[in-house]
């Protein structure tokens, strides 16, 4: 199974999504990310983050949906933040879809702590839904089944 995260740019929440999903997938499931307008590179801090808590960065790199043209996504979720009022992109194609918001920790302001805090929370979050995720029994789910547990999971 492969299961793609996209938001806008691909720099910071689902690099931080790929990047932990792999940490906690078993074998047989992959996650990966990308962005309408992917921004060219990685978000330091998200790289910092992912590395202070134990889970490898090396191959992450913010790129288009299309780098996936001759490997499509079995689920795709969308992390903007609709509430505050980002447009999330959209993935054409056969894929189960999900959206699990996320707020932005590289929109977050304040002193170093703080911001510090943004992403930790922001991790803590992606944990909660991938563990979540990774709870349900995807070998004997329906379709449709799957796609209303990800919209639960958003919701967590």
């Known amino acids: 199974m492969k299961v793609l995260f996209m938001c806008t740019h691909n720099s910071c929440r689902s690099i931080l999504c790929e990047a932990l999903f792999n940490h906690l997938a078993p074998e047989g499931i992959e996650a ?3 962005g309408s307008f992917p921004s060219g590179r990685v ?3 998200a790289l910092q983050t992912l590395e202070a808590a134990g889970i490898a960065t090396a191959g992450l790199s913010s790129k288009a949906s299309d780098a996936f043209e001759g490997s499509p996504p079995d689920v795709v979720i969308t992390v ?3 509430a505050a009022g980002e447009a999330c992109p959209i993935f054409f194609g056969p894929a189960l879809k999900g959206h699990w918001g996320l707020a932005d920790p590289s929109q977050a302001t304040g002193s170093e702590p703080e911001i ?3 992403f930790a929370v922001t991790l803590r979050e992606i ?3 991938a563990s979540a995720f990774l709870e349900l ?3 004997t789910m329906s379709a449709d ?3 209303a547990e990800l919209s639960r999971i958003g919701n967590l």
Do not use: I, Q, Y
């Open 32 to 34: 990966v990310s990308s």
């Open 43 to 45: 978000n330091p801090r």
């Open 80 to 82: 903007c933040d609709r």
């Open 116 to 118: 510090t805090a943004a």
């Open 127 to 129: 944990r909660e839904r």
């Open 137 to 139: 029994p995807l070998k």
């Open 145 to 147: 089944r799957l796609e």
